[in-house]
Antibody, heavy 120, light 108 residues
Framework: QVQLQESGPGLVMPSQTLSLTCTVS??????????WSWIRQHPGKGLEWIGYIYYSGSTYYNPSLESRVIISVDTSENQFSLKLTSVTAADTAVYYC????????????WGRGTLVTVSS | EIVLTQSPGILSLSPGERATLSCRAS???????LAWYQQTPGQAPRLLIY???RRATGIPDRFSGSGSGTDFTLIISRLEPEDFAVYYC?????????FGQGTRLEIK
């Protein structure tokens, strides 16, 4: 079955850019039919959807983060990535990547998540 | 955006009891595009229910979802020890996708 794995730095300096990659195994992003999302969870808090990308490169972002977010896809590597610019301590969170439910907006499966701390 | 309010915030029950979790939306959710997830400490959320009432693959039938419009419910008919966790609802009928703040189900 499809599995997702996040990777990237666990510590980012304030005002810098957070960069994460999600590697997909057990299925091909380029086969289509699914949207690929980033979701974050602040420590001890609820979940916030960041945005998604389709294999073609089409994206949609949460308006609350849209000015700072770029999601991209690399079908040759079967990966998609997140860049969040101008980070502050408020961006400290566990970041998850997830696949949607076949064109619907629920999420299954999820990656295990990676904690990113913004601190100097 | 649609705001989802879950209640109660904390639910204390014993194994074998029935749990009823509520999720109320600030406006009607189209086509019952409402999902429920379970999250245990240190783990990613796990999809339980989508389309308000459809169980995800591999989810035991003691989990059931219902509701439409603005009011949705997740019922766990007979609590097992592994069911004590945090539960989130999520709507995907309107952009942006939003989640509720969660209900913590704890052992009494």
């Amino acid at each position: 079955q499809v599995q997702l794995q996040e990777s990237g730095p666990g510590l980012v300096m304030p005002s810098q850019t957070l960069s994460l990659t999600c590697t997909v195994s057990g299925g091909s992003i380029s086969s289509g039919g699914y949207y690929w999302s980033w979701i974050r969870q602040h420590p001890g808090k609820g979940l916030e959807w960041i945005g998604y990308i389709y294999y073609s490169g089409s994206t949609y972002y949460n308006p609350s983060l849209e000015s700072r977010v770029i999601i991209s896809v690399d079908t040759s590597e079967n990966q998609f990535s997140l860049k969040l610019t101008s980070v502050t301590a408020a961006d400290t969170a566990v970041y998850y990547c997830a696949r949607d439910g076949g064109g619907q907006g629920f999420f299954d499966p999820w990656g295990r998540g990676t904690l990113v701390t913004v601190s100097s | 955006e649609i705001v989802l309010t879950q209640s109660p915030g904390i639910l204390s029950l014993s194994p074998g009891e029935r749990a009823t979790l509520s999720c109320r939306a600030s406006q009607s959710i189209s086509s019952s595009y409402l999902a429920w997830y379970q999250q245990t400490p240190g783990q990613a959320p796990r999809l339980l229910i989508y389309g308000a009432s459809r169980r995800a693959t591999g989810i035991p039938d003691r989990f059931s979802g219902s509701g439409s419009g603005t009011d949705f419910t997740l019922i766990i008919s007979r609590l097992e020890p592994e069911d004590f966790a945090v539960y989130y609802c999520q709507q995907y009928g309107s952009s942006p996708i939003t989640f509720g703040q969660g209900t913590r189900l704890e052992i009494k």
